[in-house]
């Protein structure tokens, strides 16, 4: 909630006045602040903005950080080096085993498009301990022989990722290693939901089902193995058909009963929806839907209510999706 961020903000300042007092904190009520709120478009709340060398052009929006610790390390991140430069294999380990989580950047050289955009990432994510290093004996250690990220979860690697000099994007990373925050398939519910969101995926994904259903197993593993492979670019998400209070996520979708299992693909941005052309939730079924809608290939699904029987009764006729077409066009 906006007074929860408000504390940890406070609680962050607090911190950071002992360990960088350069560093002014101060908050605005936009209430009464018209002008500030349209200078710099405020149009959610609470919004955080860094202002650096003291210029009010372009300051630096802190998105997503919702806990003092991780605003922080962002801030840090932002007035000094955003990795950690790892000389040894024993730092290297020290750093993985830190927290649950942690991103380690393998080099060739210390100077490469590659390693800006990885450094420009760990400003973004301060949520986990980011290191890199350009030492022959830490790659070699690991196995490592190109450019490489490598995200360790619970001190082993889980993901590794090529960097291929200058083609990757900031946005990208941020997005792949974001998704380590989260579990490969997520359930949804109200503590889950505002981590779904604060993860910059705007592709998810959403099976319907109930739990305690015979099928339950098998469809959850098939949905997790194709999980796997769109790490990063569509968000796994598991709603229980037989939670009360997932409601309003089914009216939404305009999932009923006698709909289940079922599979919709939502589109955050411009909040279009997809429904999976096959009734089966194998692996090969939710791996075709997930690459015919990354191509650009996917039929929206606009659902509707059914047609009233009374819709033709009257001189202003009822449209509903069903009939709209055939009515208006």
């Not at 997520?186 to 998810?204: A, G, M, Q, R």
Request: glycine residues 4%; neutral net charge.
């Amino acid at each position: 909630s906006s007074q929860n961020l408000s504390e940890e903000f406070a609680k962050a300042a607090r911190q950071l006045k002992k360990e960088a007092p350069r560093i002014q904190f101060g908050k605005i009520d936009v209430t009464y602040q018209h002008d500030l709120r349209k200078e710099f478009n405020i149009r959610e709340f609470p919004t955080v903005k860094f202002f650096v060398d003291g210029s009010r052009e372009d300051p630096i929006d802190c998105r997503g950080v919702r806990r003092a610790s991780a605003f922080i390390t962002w801030v840090k991140r932002r007035t000094g080096p955003s990795t950690v430069l790892i000389n040894s294999s024993d730092q290297a380990e020290a750093i993985i085993h830190a927290d649950d989580l942690a991103v380690i950047g393998f080099f060739k050289a210390l100077h490469n498009d590659s390693m800006e955009v990885f450094c420009e990432t760990a400003r973004d994510v301060p949520e986990m301990p980011f290191g890199m290093t350009a030492s022959e004996d830490v790659c070699a250690n690991y196995g490592i022989q190109k450019n490489t990220l490598v995200v360790f979860k619970k001190g082993k690697p889980v993901h590794n990722k090529v960097l291929e000099d200058g083609r990757e994007n900031k946005l990208d990373l941020t997005r792949l290693i974001k998704t380590f925050t989260l579990d490969l398939v997520t359930e949804y519910n109200l503590e889950t939901s505002v981590k779904i969101f604060d993860v910059p995926v705007e592709n998810h994904i959403l099976l319907f089902t109930p739990k305690n259903s015979e099928t339950f197993n098998v469809i959850y593993d098939n949905y997790k193995s194709a999980a796997a492979e769109f790490r990063g670019k569509i968000m796994f998400v598991l709603v229980d058909t037989n939670e009360t209070r997932n409601g309003r996520v089914f009216e939404y979708f305009r999932i009923r009963v006698v709909d289940v299992p079922a599979v919709r693909i939502l589109n955050l941005t411009s909040d279009t929806k997809y429904k999976m052309p096959a009734d089966e939730v194998t692996v090969k079924n939710l791996k075709e839907f997930c690459q015919s809608y990354l191509n650009g290939k996917a039929k929206l699904h606009l659902s509707s209510e059914e047609i009233p029987e009374d819709w033709d009764k009257m001189p202003v006729k009822v449209l509903v999706g069903k009939n709209f077409n055939r009515i208006v066009f």
